[in-house]
């Protein structure tokens, strides 16, 4: 994840002979991994992010049992922006208003993604799990977790640490669908020790006084909760997309298409390639 030049160090070891002005929008890996490599190669970058800190969804992927090492990427990209002399601006929303008088050559968008939402009415509390992972842990003791990925999964982990009943809702065949397989095995079999219950093929038709109803092959079945996490996937954020076709403007990491930070990373250092 944090070394993408492995394997093909001559490729990334060159330097500009026209430096010109850049600037990155967003500080989650993708940006802070293009700010790095533009500024190693020679260019001016500086790094505009919205929230009080950068590493983007990286804060919240260190949370859950086991993930902590993926908080150092941070540390890891920080202090190469330090070295290369990037300047960070931090709590600057940058709008597509702001980005059009921004008096720079190029711009590369790493905006990230966002959570997507469920169209369900529900009269229990709902969370979202990133919100959760952040600290606001719901207050009932059975939780529903809609979306068998790896946040839900992870954020089930988490929950269950904390002493919560845990079940997952997938629709899917399968929960985990694309995490690395050995990490997919280990963190199902902490699920199993923890007494997660992971029911897939389920469709939910309904949540209401306290109980859950959904269906399986056609079947339907209830459960009780308290409370509901939704981790249903995340959608790309679309602020600045009207500027796709503009060749000023580089689009990389989540923003482009949802994906992991080792494709965020990977993105990048890739741009440095080309600019
Ligand atoms: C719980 C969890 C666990 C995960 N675990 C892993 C894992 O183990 N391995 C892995 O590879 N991936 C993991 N991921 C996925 C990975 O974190 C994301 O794919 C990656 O962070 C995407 O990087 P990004 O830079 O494109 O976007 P983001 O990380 O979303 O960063 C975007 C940044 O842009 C900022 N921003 C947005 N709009 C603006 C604006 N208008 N102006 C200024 N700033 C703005 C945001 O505040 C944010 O800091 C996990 C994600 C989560 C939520």
């Known amino acids: ?43 001016n970058v500086e790094l505009y992010e919205k929230d009080n800190k950068i590493g983007g969804q990286l804060n919240a992927a260190k949370i859950p049992p086991h993930k902590d090492e993926i908080g150092r990427v941070i540390e890891y ?41 469920i169209v369900l009415e529900m009269d229990v509390n709902s969370y979202n799990a990133i919100d959760v992972l952040y600290g606001n842990l719901p207050r009932g003791n059975d939780i529903a977790i809609i979306g068998g990925g790896l946040t839900g999964l992870e954020t089930a982990e988490y929950l269950a640490k904390k002493g919560k009943n845990v079940t997952v809702f997938e629709a899917k065949d399968e929960v985990g669908e694309g995490i690395f397989p050995m990490i997919r095995k280990l963190l199902l079999n902490r699920l199993k020790n923890l007494n997660v219950n992971i029911f897939t093929k389920t469709v939910i038709k309904e949540i209401s006084g306290g109980k859950i109803l959904y269906s399986v092959n056609g079947a339907y079945k209830v459960l009780k909760v308290d409370d509901v996490v939704t981790a249903v996937g995340n959608l790309p954020d679309k ?33 440095s390639l080309i600019i």
């Open 1 to 43: 994840m944090i070394n993408p030049e492995v394997g093909r160090e001559n490729e990334f070891d060159i330097k500009t002979d026209k430096p010109l002005n850049i600037a990155i929008i967003g500080g989650g890996p993708a940006g802070m991994s293009a700010a790095k490599y533009l500024a190693k190669k020679g260019h």
């Open 77 to 117: 990209l920080k202090r190469d922006l330090k070295k290369y002399k990037v300047k960070i601006h931090l709590n600057k929303n940058i709008t597509l208003n702001d980005i059009k008088e921004m008096p720079y050559d190029k711009f590369v968008i790493a905006t990230g993604s966002k959570p997507g939402k």
């Open 239 to 271: 602020e600045f997309t009207e500027l796709t076709n503009d060749g000023r403007y580089y689009f990389i990491g989540d923003c482009k298409s949802v994906a992991s930070a080792v494709e965020a990373i990977r993105d990048g250092a890739e741009l």
